[in-house]
């Protein structure tokens, strides 16, 4: 089942933070977490495998609930470069195996 | 090679014409996804490779999708009688599910297909 990401959009100023959050209806192993600039592949964040873990890389950190299901992406102080189209993509813990289903994105632009 | 290959890079073809689709994975992947992206539209999960085991086909949208991997390596997406509505751009990804590593998933550049 794939896992529901809020919002679906964001317009930032340069150096505002957002969050974007992932829900997902079925226990979890892992989440992970990548950004997809347009006309380019998705290139991988970071991963979080345990409960409650935070992770971060550079100004962008994560955290996740294992017991609501859900993690967080954190962005803080926003650059130009963060603009795209971010998506998390999940890890079930039982059925369907290892196998990784994304949430449908939320599209992210930064503006000076 | 350095990262996951994809070919062709664009494909254009008539409706009803059958399309492969090859993936050559990072060399030592032992997992291998192909995924799905309309316009403008989120990452699509297709089918999953793992090592020797069954892949899961559980995302195939139906049975003119099928997918081959040899082994550890090449995979194969073919779409026979293809449509209007296969258009997309078709992203193959590997990983290393290999104790100790975190299992990213390297994306190759994608096939976009464009069917007239």
């Known amino acids: 089942q794939q896992p529901v990401q809020s919002p679906q959009a964001v317009i930032l100023r340069e150096g505002e933070d957002a969050v974007i959050n992932c829900s997902s209806s079925?226990?979890?192993?892992?989440v992970h977490w990548y950004r997809q600039k347009h006309g380019e592949a998705p290139v991988f964040l970071m991963i979080?495998?345990?409960?409650?873990e935070q992770k971060g890389h550079e100004k962008i950190s994560a955290s996740f609930n294992e017991k609501k299901q859900q993690s967080s992406l954190y962005l803080t102080a926003s650059q130009l470069s963060y603009s795209g189209t971010y998506f998390c993509?999940?890890?079930?813990?039982?059925?369907?195996?290892?196998?990784?289903?994304f949430g449908t994105g939320t599209q992210l632009k930064v503006e000076l | 090679g350095a990262g996951v290959s994809q070919s062709p890079s664009n494909k254009v073809t008539e409706k009803g014409k059958d399309v492969e689709l090859r993936c050559d994975p990072i060399?030592?992947?032992?997992?291998l996804y192909w995924y799905r992206q309309r316009l403008g539209q989120g990452l699509e999960f297709l089918i999953y490779?793992?090592?020797?085991?069954?892949?899961?086909k559980s995302g195939l949208p139906s049975d003119r999708f099928s997918a081959e991997r040899t082994g550890e390596s090449v995979s194969t997406l073919t779409i026979q009688r293809t449509q209007q509505e296969d258009s997309a751009v078709y992203l193959c990804?590997?990983?290393?599910?290999?104790?100790?590593?975190?299992?990213?998933?390297?994306f190759g550049e994608g096939s976009r297909l464009t069917v007239l």
């Open positions: 079925k226990a979890l192993y892992s």
């Open positions: 979080l495998l345990k409960g409650g």
């Open positions: 990804a590997s990983s290393d599910r290999l104790a100790g590593n975190t299992g990213e998933l390297f």
């Open positions: 993509g999940t890890e079930g813990l039982t059925g369907g195996g290892n196998k990784l289903t």
């Open positions: 060399s030592g992947h032992t997992a």
């Open positions: 490779f793992q090592g020797n085991s069954a892949p899961d």
